[in-house]
């Protein structure tokens, strides 16, 4: 994958709020496809009635002018940074070319007016990825996909971030948490989990709904950085190591610091300062630390370290905010 697109958030998701909410023609696969969270598949026997089924959207051969089209509004609105248009196991039915636009409208499920094109028409070509850097730094709600002029496309995922709007918040927020702008950065390794399983909304509903790392044979540990949404005095921290049994860490850390920027939180920075010393942790639950945090004031980044390596389901780092 693209890592300069793949760092972001994937704001497609449908855990996060959004819906495909129209689609010019969905005849041999529904809309909703194309935003599923996990991979498309490629079932060779598998017929329905309306022919070969297909995971993904796929729209019915056009006999007269235009094209196809669908629009789908994010769960909660971000700047986009890039698309993936996948289009997986689609050899002679792809479309050909594609183009993006994106809106800013809170009120509509799909709104006709207000479009800007953040990808000019581009060329697609059959059973692959096409990653798409997106120069823009609107706050968008919707996004539509024009294909040229009929086909299918397996996944459309959407990068980017949410920057959350805290007006009319007042009380503790959990700040790591995708919805309220919190985004993980790196990590040592993401082996067998992604890093932004940890801010997502929920608990985790299997093992692989966290962030693992492979075993770690040699000495050391791993760990996880992660922006919060804000800048806030973090009073109470919550790791979770749902499903996790045989492979969870033995013990966990938190360290934080206030940094200007995404790119100077890394690892090795001397600006790192203890904030819930070396705990244990237990398998397949959640662990509460609020009296164990340390007093460092405001912070804007925080570094999980887990001892030595393993898995955990969710971070939650709660802070004031006083819209």
Same mark, same amino acid.
């Given at each position: ?32 496809? $194309?935003?599923?969270? &996990? ?6 026997? @598998? ?15 056009? @006999? ?59 060329? $697609? ?51 790591a948490a995708v919805e309220h702008g919190g985004r993980a950065l790196a990590a ?27 075993? @770690? ?24 190591? &749902?499903?996790?049994?045989?492979n969870y860490p033995d013990r966990v850390s938190l360290e934080a610091g206030m ?16 904030? $819930? ?16 945090? $340390? ?29």
């Open positions: 994958m693209n890592r300069s697109i793949s760092k972001w958030v994937q704001l497609e998701q449908p855990r996060l709020g959004t819906r495909v909410t129209y689609a010019t023609d969905e005849f041999f696969g529904a809309k909703e496809r $194309l935003i599923d969270a &996990a991979d498309p598949v490629f079932v060779a026997d @598998r017929y329905d009635e309306h022919g070969k089924w297909m995971d993904g959207w796929e729209s019915r051969r056009r @006999r007269g002018p235009g094209h196809d089209y669908c629009v789908i509004r994010l769960g909660v609105p971000g700047v986009i940074h890039g698309f993936d248009i996948d289009t997986s196991h689609f050899t002679g039915n792809f479309p050909p070319r594609a183009s993006i636009e994106v809106c800013a409208n809170p009120t509509e499920e799909v709104p006709e007016e207000g479009w800007v094109e953040i990808i000019p028409e581009t060329e $697609l070509g059959g059973d692959s990825h096409h990653y798409l850097d997106a120069r823009d730094d609107g706050i968008w709600t919707h996004v539509r996909l024009h294909i040229y002029p009929d086909g299918g496309v397996a996944r459309l995922r959407i990068f980017g971030e949410i920057r959350a709007d805290f007006t009319d918040i007042d009380g503790y927020v959990d700040l040592s390794d993401e082996h067998y989990g992604s890093i932004h399983n940890l801010t997502a909304p929920g608990r985790g509903f299997n093992m692989g709904d966290g962030w693992e790392t492979a075993r @770690r044979r040699g000495p050391g540990n791993d760990w996880v950085i992660i922006a919060l949404g804000r800048p806030a005095i973090i009073e109470r921290a919550e790791i979770d190591t &749902a499903h996790f049994k045989g940094f200007d920027s995404d790119e100077t939180a890394v690892a090795d920075h001397d600006q790192w300062q203890a904030l $819930l010393p070396e705990a244990k942790l237990k398998m397949d639950q959640q662990h509460y630390f609020d009296d164990a945090l $340390l007093s460092i004031g405001e912070v804007s980044h925080v570094r999980v370290s887990i001892y030595p390596d393993g898995g955990i389901s969710r971070v939650r780092l709660f802070g004031q905010v006083h819209g």
